[in-house]
């Protein structure tokens, strides 16, 4: 309860108030240039590296660690959540669930996107989540065991996942990687700058080896 009341309390200070407060009373290490806008903090652990930011109306609930690496970007209406680790209630066969999101140096996730974090979900760097609407779900019913299972999602370096995704527990994209809009990826894939689409996803293409996408050195593009 004094958790949520410190949060209420700090939604609106200025930046330089508002960061100070979150590293000393909650533990949070947030770099001097990084910037967080109107949006609920309720993670265990948070991380930003330099020139990072989560823009307005974010939703993190339950989440026990974010990190945002330098220069990474989550834009607006996004929303976090997973069941503790200190809950047993749920996942009590998982011995050493983390429930963590981290999205690496200049990776990008858009807007209005879901992260099921009960298992962690891994970025990679100079990724982008584009597009609105896709789903990470690290968990689901295990009908035959009766029982809560979750299993985590990992997404490569400069990997484009496009509109409206939606990613199971166990599943995996790897490297140099585009995933199609609509996409159902439900499996590990290994098959590194290649086209994945389909429901379910399946290997379409290797991308060319010229793709400017992949020989970028910011992630912002024009």
């Not at 903090?41 to 690496?69: A, C, P, Q, T, W």
Request: proline share 3%; with cysteine.
């Amino acid at each position: 309860m004094m958790r949520s009341v410190f949060l209420m309390m700090t939604m609106l200070l200025p930046w330089r108030m508002k960061r100070l407060l979150l590293c000393r009373v909650l533990g949070f290490r947030l770099a001097k240039d990084a910037r967080i806008g109107f949006s609920w903090l309720g993670m265990g652990y948070l991380e930003m590296g330099e020139g990072s930011r989560i823009g307005h109306l974010n939703v993190f609930k339950g989440v026990d660690r974010v990190v945002l690496g330098p220069f990474s970007a989550v834009g607006r209406l996004n929303l976090f959540t997973a069941v503790p680790t200190s809950n047993r209630r749920h996942f009590q066969h998982l011995d050493n669930r983390r429930t963590e999101f981290v999205l690496g140096r200049h990776g990008r996730v858009t807007m209005r996107h879901l992260f099921d974090c009960n298992a962690s979900i891994i970025v990679g760097e100079f990724t982008t989540i584009a597009g609105y609407s896709s789903q990470y779900l690290t968990h689901s019913i295990d009908v035959v065991a009766c029982r809560q299972d979750a299993h985590p999602v990992r997404i490569g370096r400069y990997c484009f996942v496009g509109t409206r995704c939606l990613f199971l527990g166990g599943s995996e994209i790897p490297d140099y990687s585009v995933v199609a809009a609509g996409s159902v990826v439900r499996t590990a894939f290994t098959e590194v700058e290649s086209l994945y689409a389909g429901v379910p996803a399946t290997f379409r293409k290797k991308m060319p080896q010229e793709t400017k996408y992949w020989a970028r050195t910011d992630g912002w593009i024009n």
